[in-house]
C-alpha cells in the first residue's frame, strides 16, 4: 500500500513513523507546503520521498490530510475530483461538520473517510513527531454510511497498524464533543497563559516559581494559532457553548469565595473530582 501524508508535522510524522514500523505501507510519500519542513521530514527517514501534491494524488492508495482544517476545506474537493475507484482520501483534522459539508454533494463522495485521532501534543512540525502517539488513543469516524465500504475498511487497517482505537458518530456530534474534551481545553491555556503573562508583567505572578500544576495546565497554550485559529473558526458555535458551560462553573466557584461559602465550594470540589472515574 502507497501512501501519501499531506503535512509533515506532529500528526502526519506520527502517523509515517507508525506505518512504517507496522509494515502496513510499502511507500511513504509526503507532501508538505513548507520546503523546510518536507526537507527534514525526509531527512528523519519519516517519508520515502517528498513528491508535489498532484503526484501524491496520482501514485497513492491512500491520502493522509494531516494539515490545518482551512486546508483540508480547501485541499479534499480538489483531491476527490480525481480520486479514482479503490483510493481512500482521509482527513484527520479537529473539526468534521464544515469539512464534510464542503463535499457532501461531490460525486465521489464516497472515497472519502472523515477522521480525527484523538491524539497529539502542543508541539509542531516534522521534529515533533512521536511513535507510539496513537497507541492506545481513540480514533472518531465521521459519517461513514456517506463512505464506500472498502475505502471504511482501509481506514479501519490503517488505524488498527498504529494502535487506535475506534468510536463512530456524526459529524455534529463530533463537533459539539471535540469543543468540550478539546477545544475548550486550548480556550482556558489560552486565556489562563495571557492571565499569568499579564501579572507577571506588574510583577506579581512569576511562571519560574510555578510547579507541575500550572505547567500541566498552560502546556496547551505552546499551541501555534497556525493550527488552533481555524479550528476555533470551525467549531465557533459548539465551542461558545462549551465556553459558556465553563464559564457558568466558574461563576458558581466565585461566588463560593465571594460569600466565604467552603462547604459549598467543598462540595464543587469533590464533584469535580469524580472526573477520575471518567478517565
Known amino acids: 500500500m502507497t501512501v501519501g501524508i499531506i503535512g509533515l508535522g506532529l500528526i502526519g510524522g506520527s502517523f509515517a513513523r507508525d506505518l512504517r514500523k507496522s509494515g502496513l505501507a510499502t511507500e511513504l510519500l509526503g507532501v508538505d507546503a513548507n520546503p523546510t519542513h518536507a526537507a527534514r521530514a525526509h531527512e528523519l527517514g519519516l517519508v520515502d520521498r517528498i513528491v508535489a501534491l498532484n503526484d501524491a494524488a496520482r501514485e497513492a492508495d491512500v491520502l493522509l490530510l494531516a494539515v490545518p482544517v482551512n486546508a483540508i476545506e480547501t485541499l479534499l474537493p480538489r483531491l476527490l475530483d480525481t480520486a479514482r475507484d479503490g483510493q481512500t482520501v482521509i482527513d484527520l483534522g479537529s473539526t468534521k461538520l464544515r469539512i464534510v459539508e464542503a463535499v457532501r454533494e461531490h460525486p465521489r463522495r464516497e472515497r ?40 471504511c475498511k482501509t481506514a479501519l487497517e490503517l488505524f488498527h497498524a498504529v494502535g487506535l482505537k475506534f468510536e463512530f458518530m456524526t459529524a455534529e456530534q463530533h463537533d459539539r464533543h471535540a469543543a468540550y474534551v ?98
Request: aromatic share 8%; glycine share 6%.
Open 112 to 151: 472519502y473517510v472523515a477522521a480525527h485521532p484523538m491524539a497529539g501534543t502542543e508541539n509542531a512540525g516534522p521534529d515533533a513527531a512521536l511513535e507510539g502517539l496513537f497507541r492506545n488513543k481513540t480514533v472518531l469516524l465521521c459519517d461513514l454510511e456517506w463512505s464506500a465500504p472498502d475505502a
Open 182 to 279: 478539546s477545544h475548550l481545553s486550548h480556550v482556558v491555556a489560552y486565556a489562563l497563559s495571557l492571565a499569568v503573562q499579564s501579572e507577571e508583567k506588574a510583577g506579581y505572578a512569576v511562571p519560574r516559581l510555578a510547579g507541575g500544576g500550572f505547567a500541566s495546565t498552560v502546556r496547551l497554550a505552546k499551541s501555534s494559532p497556525d493550527m488552533w485559529v481555524p479550528i476555533f473558526e470551525q467549531n465557533r458555535d459548539a465551542i461558545l457553548a462549551a465556553v459558556a458551560a465553563f464559564s457558568d462553573r466558574v461563576a458558581a466557584f466565585t461566588r463560593c469565595l465571594e460569600e466565604r461559602d467552603w462547604e459549598r465550594l467543598d462540595a464543587y470540589i469533590r464533584e469535580a473530582n469524580r472526573i477520575r472515574d471518567l478517565l
